[in-house]
């Protein structure tokens, strides 16, 4: 058996479940903060976006450029590049827009659809080199495997890995500028400080990142340094802080995911999958890895907030849907079960079935869902 987990206080989540008037995230979002009028950060970020005066910001990006741009034949920046849709657009945009030579770095999926190996294929066949970090599979299983039973979250590892190895390939190749896609935390919905929030120094990544890098779970759960080289923050030594700087693309550029789609199919050859992603509507949205599904299925169990919210959300503010219709949305395909790749989680974290539904009974919100009959549903569902 697992020890129940009480979630809501591990994550101080508000009593009373509230919904956005205007999208359809709830403030059991962690981090996400409601004004007055019952309107969520993202949707009140969304409203600041439309009034940013865009070419000044695009200037200061040339500025940018300027300063980092490289007068031999080294890389000009780091573009952490999956082969989605969203990095394919910055570094292509980077390049034939703006003259930039940058070196894409791959954090490889725990395990790769065929779909995603074949955008990624494209997308370097558009025209840039790759360094792929793909770290060793028994360790990797085995990360996953802990982090789901400590954190609810088979993927913490993972998203270690993805933050921190492009930054130990730039100090590597000595490039001093790394660029990331949309800042999350202003775009999803974080507090109304990070909204002009243009990069991440050093320092500060150190502090954000690796400060809170509690390397001793890890040691403590068998794991060597030896065994986490990958995961681990990179050895900054003698760099005062001054080198590699992260920007965000999405402060000079104004950040949507649908036309980083199209713009993506047409200049890097991105294609979306042929069937919707479990839990959602979407075709297109992180279709790499067969395993992230349970990242989102877990969030679900946490917060009443799954993959399908994530994504209805973000398009009512671009206004390709109506909250309506976002509403529906997420009451039909929100609760589902991504049972495809069942299988294969279970055979890649070694669970058997029977651990893998008491971990998740653990982890379920109760403040957040109850039994109806033999189903979980959501005790307050979005309206
Ligand atoms: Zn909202």
Known sequence: MYEKKNVSKIYSLPKKVVFCKKCVISNQR?????????VCTACNYFEYKAKINWKERENELLKLLEKYRSNDSNYDCVVPSSGGKDSAYVAHELKTKYGMNPLSVTWSPLKYTNIGLKNLNAYSDSGFDIVMGMPRGDTKKKMCREALIEMGDPFQGFIYGQVLFPITIALNYGIRLIFRGENAEAEYGGSRKSWDKKLLTFEEFKNVYFSNYDLNFWLKKGFTKKDLAFFYPPDATGTKGKLCDSYFYGYFRNWSNHSNFYYASKHTGFTPNERRTEGTYTKYSSIDDKLDTFHHWFSLLKFAHGRCTSNAAREVREGYITREEAVALVNKYDNEFP??????????TSFTEKEFWDIADSWRNKNLWHMQGNDWVKKFPVN
Do not use: Q, T
């Open 339 to 348: 049972s495809l790749y069942f299988k294969e989680f279970l055979e890649f």
């Open 30 to 38: 962690p981090r996400i903060v409601f004004d007055k009028n019952g």
